[in-house]
């Protein structure tokens, strides 16, 4: 409630940097909701290194970046996700030629 109101500092005294607290879906969707891309981004970036084998987030994080306008990075992370997880590759070249004709595939 604290982030969603503007007072992230406020959240952060309170919460020191508990990565748990700021890496927690709702927070998260709360950064999303108040479009701070690059923040949703850096949490999914920790979510991956705890996580490495979830394809959720890296799919997540490509859809970050390219909502933030980082249309290369979620071209890279879509790129890296075919080798990580072939079973779904062609689902992932399919949302990587969407985004090379312009349209978006999140």
Request: a positive charge.
């Amino acid at each position: 409630l604290l982030i969603l109101n503007g007072q992230e500092k406020k959240a952060k005294e309170l919460f020191g940097d508990d990565e748990s607290i700021f890496t927690d879906q709702r927070v998260i969707n709360v950064y999303g909701k108040l479009q701070q891309y690059s923040k949703v981004i850096d949490a999914y970036k920790k979510l991956i290194i705890k996580d490495p084998d979830n394809l959720q987030y890296y799919a997540t994080l490509a859809g970050a970046y390219f909502t933030n306008g980082e249309k290369s990075m979620a071209l890279a992370e879509l790129k890296s996700m075919t080798i990580k997880f072939p079973q779904v590759k062609s689902q992932i070249e399919t949302a990587i030629k969407q985004i090379q004709e312009g349209k978006s595939p999140f």
